[in-house]
């Protein structure tokens, strides 16, 4: 009797315990270019919720990105609200002013690409880890080439490519077979 469904010659618990174990470098070692794991492995997970194949690929990886690049678009142009006044130094209502204007405008733009409706988790995620990633500082300042918010973006556009990577390996890993 043939069937379709792959057979894991190395069980799945076993599979994500070495990736994990084999990203950890990658966190660790790097100095000011530690990858944020965190963002990786929320990318992985997408992977695998998305169907763990080079289909989900075609959905994370441009929808991830694109909303990663207008997010971090967004956090530039906080500097364009700077004329608005604050109730702190640290200009809360340029940063609130801008998030909502651009955050608005990159949803909107959804509906425009059946690839980011059907990539809606990543796109979100895009959104949710290129602010994470700029406002916890998680990034290397690239030696001050781009503005920090450009530099965020860049690097999470790479830190998820990384959790990709982290997909299709623990997949592979399983060295799974088709009976």
Known sequence: MSTDSPVERIPMWLAVALTVVASMPFGLWLGKYNFALWCCFIVWAEYFALGASP????LIVPSFSYSVVLTALTLWAVQLFDFLPSLRAEGDLAVTAALFAGIAL??????YSRIFQDGSLPFFNGIS???AIYFTGSFPDFGGVLPAALA???WTVLMGLFGCVLGVFNVWITFPRHR
């Open 55 to 58: 289909a989900a690929l075609r």
């Open 106 to 111: 990159t949803v909107y733009t959804m509906r």
């Open 129 to 131: 880890m290129g602010l």
């Open 152 to 154: 965020a973006g860049a």
